[in-house]
């Protein structure tokens, strides 16, 4: 055989290659064992929730840190995780999620959010029948308007879908409801389509190897598939998010407290009753009880009834230095202080400067530290109030549109604090430097759907298009996936998560070891066989097959390919493959001893285009354009069958015809003695 040394340099090359490629996976194993651990260690009822948060804490903390050194590189968690072995949502679990597009969302918008009674009525009978139906929400919107209109209404009015902007070159006050039901038909398509368009986007960036994402028919539901992911409050923020981000000018806590102080009192005639009420409540359970303690000869302490609540009896105000949060509440308490804040009776106290103040929270709650004056209390989780300074119509000055990118990264002088850097379009960086001008010394808010992000004072104009978002305890993953939504854009209308299945790992990990028990008996009963059969050549044919194996997973791990229980299945029939090619070769070969042919010559046309090698790339020839076939028509575990099969289809035979020959042609040059046989095996067939 020619050129001997370049095979060789090749194939250790080629193996060296593969083992490091390799390597990231058992050093990634390895970080997230320790993480495993760890959680473990700081969760004591084994609460799944719990050990994921914390596991998620860990890695987090090591994201940017050196894990791996090989003398002649460095790696962070974060570069080996992107190097690692990937796992399909069948060896690894992950989520299995089904979101609902909100078609009555995408009505309202089209309508430009109509007032017109018919149109609400009809939406509020079609919310009510899809309970019980499997009829798509537009018909079921059009047969109520129809039924409720009587022919006196037209959805071609101007106030419902007539002289929209959007609809505008469309819909005329002539067309029939028929005509504009298809129309709409066509809108919410197309809305859909971008809605599956921008939620591909977000999830081609969440991190997740090989996920599946598709629609379901026309009913405006999207299947999800998110291989390796755990945390389902993570999943649903990122496709469930609108991604709708506005800039606001920001009221202090200075300017808004004398309002609360008198929305304070009024507060106070309102829940008035509630108290009253509750009192009769614990005046009547504490006879029930005085009544029992009289028949079994016990005292009682009397029970104390808060007799005066009020606004501040759940929002806490800040009076101290001047802020843009202007109070916290707890977590539990927001509903009620949100209650209390858009009552016409409060509001009315407004006064002129704050009449179009809008109240909105801080995107995430905080746990207040531990001290001497609260050691004894229990901590309950706060939130931050903010006063952003809206307008009649709800217009932000500035809207997430502006963004030309964002990326997560971190803070230039806050060690490891996560941070989302966002740049502007031309558009944007005009507007940004002048409000930013208008408002330096003062505070501006950065809200993504309806939550305060970070709300600094501007110490400066930024005049360069700019700006960053970075919420004291942001985590690394929520910097990223605020990235990840705001480059892919927002949806067109709200997608609900309606089922979200969580393939724990148990199921993955029963997978994966059935997969390794197959595996390890498939190669077992093939080394043996060829040793039983063929001896020393047998023995040559394994190395092969060894070497074949470790190329296999080398390419998938160089190429970031996944690897899923097909692509399993697929491995093991490139086994049998590989062995088959050197049993035609070796069977070729004793067709020569028998003949009476020296080994040397017996081996050469063994290995010759006459002998077993066209034989050998006629079958793999075919098995690879069936692969071809599989890959390119198939979806999901049918194209990790197929990619497994090429790859081992290329290496099985580079193997079998290269590195069985070295092997065998060595052990003829050292004069060995090779009968491709063994006693046992020697009169077989």
């Known amino acids: 055989m020619q050129n001997k040394g370049l095979i060789k340099l090749f194939a250790v090359l080629f193996g060296i290659v593969s083992a490091y490629q390799l390597s990231f996976t058992f050093f990634a194993n390895k970080v997230e064992s320790s993480a495993k ?19 998620r804490r860990y890695l987090d903390s090591v994201a940017n840190k050196e894990v791996v050194n090989l003398g002649i590189a460095k790696f962070t968690y974060d570069d080996i995780r992107d190097k690692e072995m990937n796992l399909g949502l069948d060896l690894k679990g992950g989520i299995n999620a089904i979101l609902q597009v909100s078609v009555k969302d995408i009505l309202i918008g089209l309508s430009n959010d109509s007032k017109n009674e018919v149109f609400r009525e009809a939406l509020s009978k079609a919310d009510e029948a899809q309970k019980s139906s499997q009829d798509n929400y537009l018909d079921l919107f059009y047969d109520a308007f129809v039924e409720l209109s009587k022919g006196n209404v037209k959805l071609s009015d101007p106030n419902i879908f007539g002289a929209t902007k959007s609809l505008r070159d469309k819909i005329n006050f002539n067309k029939t409801n028929e ?3 298809s129309t709409l038909q066509e809108e919410i398509n197309s809305s859909i389509n971008t809605a599956f368009e921008v939620l591909r986007s977000r999830i081609d960036k969440f991190g997740v190897v090989q996920p599946n994402i598709q629609r379901i028919g026309t009913s405006g539901r999207i299947q999800v598939e998110l291989p390796g992911a755990k945390d389902i409050e993570r999943v649903q923020k990122l496709l469930q998010s609108t991604a709708e981000l506005q800039f606001w000018e920001v009221f202090t806590n200075a300017e808004v407290i004398p309002f609360f102080q008198s929305a304070n009192m009024k507060a106070i005639e309102l829940l008035k009753g ?3 009420k509750e009192a009769e409540k614990v005046k009547d359970t504490v006879k029930k009880e005085d009544d029992i303690d009289d028949l079994l000869g016990e005292a009682k302490d009397s029970v104390k009834v808060e007799t005066q609540k009020s606004l501040f009896t759940y929002l806490i105000p800040i009076f101290q230095q001047v802020s843009s949060t202007i109070a916290y509440a707890k977590l539990q308490d927001t509903a009620m202080v949100n209650s209390l804040l858009a009552d016409k009776n409060i509001k009315s106290l407004l006064p002129k400067n704050l009449r179009y103040a809008k109240f909105l929270w801080d995107y995430k709650p905080f746990t207040p530290e531990r001290t001497e004056q609260n050691k004894d209390q229990e901590l309950t989780p706060m939130i931050g109030l903010y006063a952003v300074k809206s307008n009649r119509n709800d217009d ?15 803070h230039p002088t806050r060690a490891n604090q996560p941070v989302v850097n966002m740049q502007m379009n031309g558009v944007g960086t005009k507007a940004w430097g002048k409000m930013t001008t208008e408002n330096a010394g003062k505070f501006v808010a950065v809200v993504l759907d309806d939550y305060v992000y970070t709300a600094p004072s501007v110490n400066e104009p930024i005049t360069s298009g700019s700006t960053q978002i970075s919420g004291g305890n942001m985590t690394v993953n929520e910097a990223k996936d605020i990235a990840t939504v705001l480059k ?4 067109p209308a709200p997608a609900r998560m309606i089922e979200a299945e969580v393939v724990g790992p148990s199921l993955g990990q029963e997978s994966i070891n059935a997969s390794i028990w ?6 077992l009963l093939v080394l043996l066989w060829m040793i039983l ?11 092969a097959l060894i070497v074949n194996i470790l190329f296999i997973f080398g390419i998938l791990a160089s190429f970031n390919s996944v690897l899923t229980l097909p692509g ?3 491995i093991i029939l490139t086994i049998g493959m590989s062995v088959d090619a050197n049993v035609i070769i070796f069977e070729r070969i004793k067709e020569g001893l028998n003949a009476g042919k020296g080994l040397g010559v017996s081996v050469d046309e063994g290995f010759s285009v006459k002998g077993a090698l066209s034989a050998i790339i006629d079958a793999n020839i075919t098995t690879l354009l069936t692969g071809f076939i599989l890959y390119a028509f198939g979806t999901g575990p049918i194209k990790g069958f197929a990619l497994t099969l090429m790859v081992g289809i290329a290496t099985s035979l580079f193997t079998a015809v290269f590195i069985t020959r070295l092997l065998i042609d060595k052990s003829v040059k050292d004069s060995e003695d090779l009968t491709f046989n063994t006693n046992v095996s020697k009169n077989w067939f």
């Open 37 to 55: 651990e760890y959680a473990k260690k700081n969760v004591k009822d084994n609460n799944g929730r719990e050990l994921a948060r914390f596991e």
């Open 179 to 181: 005509q504009v039901k």
């Open 274 to 276: 509630e108290v009253e």
């Open 396 to 410: 932000a000055p500035i809207e997430g549109d502006v963004i030309a990118d964002a990326k997560q990264d971190f």
């Open 488 to 491: 892919a854009g927002k949806l």
């Open 518 to 523: 197959s595996f390890g008996l498939a190669i």
């Open 533 to 543: 059969y063929y001896g020393k050549a047998g023995v040559y044919a394994n190395i």
């Open 568 to 570: 399993i299945a697929g």
